[in-house]
């Protein structure tokens, strides 16, 4: 095996706490580098007044964390069912969704976040949790997908006006939900300000083997969400979380694919509940078990 690689860990501050400061706090404390920024003091990133995105860069500061991403919903929930492609820009839901971005653009300058996520629009068929599983993720036609770029590309080039970066999650719920669909996403937006943030449990969930959906992302990822996940029922597509590792993420085999991977950021989206302690603790024990999972692989101590 080549030189050890390095790895920066980091969390999605609402998996540990709605309180920001308590968040950054257990952050700290547990060794990781930065945040990303979801939702804090009950409120969506982009509903933040200026005093408080203020009192953020105090916190991360206080903290010694860096933002590295704001997990804003842009195009989610963004159905595509009445929007036509050549009046895309007009449609006041996308207006909308532009300000949000607006919105986005001025809190990551302030925390000094390169990237602001965003979503591959909501499906109106499937998705949903349970839904039937596919290796395709239930597809994208050829029309949705026209919808889909221009959407993305008019918004890449609004970022890259401003040096940033928007970086695509794949969800279930949404058309760019598995490694598949979003490469075809991928190559119809054709913008180099567009990224992948990889979620290897959510491509799991949606019916994708992860290992075959990383192979049509790899290279573009700029952020690894660390969760896993597993599936109730198959018949009904029932799926849900789980402590990392224990789920059908094959995260042994994951991160040995991902290690090559230039993406270095690895961020902890526990979701997993087992009950009987606090979201705080679900989050330790997560990290703990990515970390050990590392270790292993390594050959070494984290």
Known sequence: MSATKQYRF???????DQDFAYACQVASEAGMEYVEIH???????????????????????QHGLSAYLICGLLFRPFSLADVELATMEEHPRFQEHMQKL?????IAQRVGAKYMRTFGFTRDVGGGNPSPRSADGGGISDETLAKMAKGLRI??????QEGLYLALENARSLYANTGGNMRRVLDAVNHPNLKIIWDPANAFVAGEDPAQGYQAVKGHIVDIHCKDAVVVDEASGLTGWARIGEGGTNWVEHLQLVRDEPADHYTIETHWNPGGQGKDENT??????LKQLIAQMEGATL
Not at 102 to 106: C, T
């Open 39 to 61: 939702t804090l003091w009950g409120k969506n990133v982009d509903e933040l007044s200026d005093e408080e995105v203020e009192k953020v860069a105090g916190i991360l500061e």
């Open 284 to 289: 330790r024990q997560t990290f703990a078990s």
């Open 102 to 106: 607006e919105r986005f653009i001025r």
């Open 10 to 16: 980091g969390v999605i501050t609402d998996e540990i």
């Open 155 to 160: 918004a890449c080039e609004r970022v890259q």
